[in-house]
């Protein structure tokens, strides 16, 4: 289950990253939709890092 949502969020984190870019050449990094999108992907990129932790800390021996 872990493995599945990370795997989901890793893919739809490359999505976003791949859109910001193009979206940003188009419109300007300090365009409205280019900072909406940029927050988007910083909380996709903190959900990942928090299922990473759930991980982590289920395993025998992490720290």
Not at 40 to 54: M, N, W, Y
């Amino acid at each position: 289950m872990i493995l599945k949502e990370a795997l989901d969020l890793s893919k739809s984190i490359a999505n976003y990253r791949l859109h910001l870019y193009e979206l940003g050449k188009i419109k300007g990094s300090s365009d409205p939709d280019v900072i909406k999108m940029r927050q988007q992907l910083d909380s996709k990129i903190i959900t990942i890092e928090k299922v990473i932790g759930k991980v982590h800390s289920s395993q025998p021996g992490a720290f």
